[in-house]
């Protein structure tokens, strides 16, 4: 259990217009920050106001790429709130943290320190329709020395941000191309770790892709760039012949929270789900020969979204005739009804919390 320091802001800011939020423009008033040396283990945990983080020039986050992070969400309900399954981003936090050589939290005091902070910041849980508070806990190596060697020292935060949708589509459907040239990431290295240099990879392709006018990039693998891996912010599963097929986490794809709660969601309904290498050759004749009949992203942020393009080599495919799909509506509204305390948490994922 952390003892937490609590040093409030003296005047809280003004909200923003929470039915016009957008995803990750706006912070509370607080923030989270905890240090680490070997020496020490992890120390000075405390709450204070959102704010800069002084750092050193020669710090590794800012030359190797320390870095790890998680997405996490709370969702305003009657009598508090409720966090979705904390516990699963505290153990990947530790995952990625082990890849890449950073200190690992104790997932009781990942989940305190973010309970902590959203009790303080409580007002700040947006109620508007489809809105929730976006947690985004993150930890980087602050060594100040520039030799290349695993951190002694780190910093972990917490930082808070009211988000609406996080495509500008909402839950119309997205278009997506497939990537042929660039890859995210290749197993071995540190796809499965939701860390920053992940992301960094992925930037030149996401920029052509918005240029060309679609939403995000669908990554194949990086030695063959045969096979279908993710899209840059969710996971992706295809409903082909009315089987559902994913493809397996190899290593170079995010083990996604939501993509792991879709697939029990799924066989409990009865589908079959398969995860599985899927070719982005078979993807593709399945959309030619009408036998894809739905596809959709699965991801905190992007919580269910429905993919109506998939564009690859030059020929634009379309899906469930650009519109929402039937199965996909049917789990956007099972999972968010969960989320948003509106329907029966059978399976006790949600972590509440009254005020
Ligand atoms: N894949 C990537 C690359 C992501 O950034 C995310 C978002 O966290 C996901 C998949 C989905 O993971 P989760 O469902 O745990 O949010
Ligand atoms: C999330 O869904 O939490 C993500 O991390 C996606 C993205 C904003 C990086």
């Not at 930082?159 to 949708?165: A, D």
């Not at 860390?195 to 392709?205: E, H, I, P, T, W």
């Not at 079959?272 to 030619?288: G, Q, W």
């Not at 005739?321 to 329907?343: A, F, H, P, S, V």
């Amino acid at each position: 259990m952390l003892d937490i320091r609590v040093e409030k802001v003296e005047q809280r800011k003004e909200k923003p217009d929470f039915n016009n939020l957008g995803f990750g423009k706006y912070f509370t008033d607080h923030m989270f920050v905890m240090d680490f040396s070997d020496e020490k283990g992890w120390y000075n945990a405390r709450i204070v106001p959102f704010g800069y983080i002084p750092i050193h020039p020669a710090s590794t986050v800012l030359h190797y790429g320390a870095e790890i992070f998680e997405g996490m969400k709370a969702y305003k309900t009657e009598n508090g709130y409720q966090m979705f399954r904390p516990y699963e981003n505290a153990k990947r936090f530790n995952d990625s943290a082990e890849r890449l050589c950073l200190p690992t939290i104790e997932p009781e005091d990942f989940v305190q320190a973010v309970t902590e902070l959203i009790n303080l910041d409580y007002s700040w849980i947006p109620d508007a329709n489809g809105t929730s508070l976006y947690i985004r806990p993150f930890m980087f190596g602050n060594d100040e020395s520039l030799g290349v060697h695993a951190v002694h020292n780190a910093t972990f935060v917490v930082i808070l941000s009211p988000v609406g949708s996080y495509y500008k589509e909402g839950l119309n459907p997205v278009k997506i191309t497939i990537e042929d040239k660039d890859v995210r990431a290749v197993r071995g290295g540190t796809g499965y770790a939701k860390c920053g240099g992940n992301y960094a990879a992925s930037l030149r392709a996401g920029k052509v892709a918005a240029s060309k006018g679609f939403s995000q990039v669908l990554w194949l693998d990086g030695v063959e760039r045969k096979y279908i891996e993710e899209v840059g912010a969710m996971n992706v599963m295809f409903k082909i012949k009315g089987e559902i097929v994913t493809p397996s986490l190899t290593g170079s794809v995010l083990p996604g929270i939501t993509r792991k709660s879709c697939i029990e969601i799924l066989r409990e309904w009865g589908y079959k789900v398969t995860e599985r290498l899927l070719s982005v050759d078979e993807l593709i004749t399945a959309a030619e020969n009408g036998e894809l009949e739905e596809a959709f992203g699965t991801g905190t942020a992007a919580v269910i979204s429905p993919i109506g393009h998939l564009f690859y080599k030059d020929v634009d495919h379309v899906v469930s005739n650009n519109q929402i799909g039937e199965l996909t509506q049917r789990l956007y509204d099972e999972l968010t009804g969960i989320q948003w305390g509106k329907k029966e948490d059978k399976r006790n994922w949600c972590v509440k919390v009254e005020q």
